[in-house]
């Protein structure tokens, strides 16, 4: 396809990166969904950038590593907002797929 120039945000994007430990059975793809559900307003974008498994982290479990993309069009968003909607993800997180959170 022919790429679409799109504008870009005036506002700078700030990213978090979430490190969670996935028990056997749970999908990246789930845990993905979880996270965008979660933190939607200002969320932009989620890419995994390590995937661990072995020495350290428990027999079954992988260690998964999530970059989160915020972005506003209106303004700068404030670290307690991002905050908030990563601890929110974790929350939700936990209490529905059982993933812990690495190194909280």
Known sequence: ??????????????????????????????????????????????????????EGIGEGVRSVAFRLHFQSWERTLTDKEVDKAVDRAAGRLKEELGVEIRGR
């Open 1 to 54: 396809g022919i790429p679409v120039a799109r504008d870009l945000p005036p506002f700078p994007g700030v990213e978090r990166d979430l490190a969670l430990l996935l028990p056997a059975g749970v999908t990246v793809a789930s845990a993905d969904g979880i996270i965008r559900q979660a933190a939607r307003k200002f969320l932009q974008d989620v890419t995994v950038f390590d995937v661990y498994e072995g």
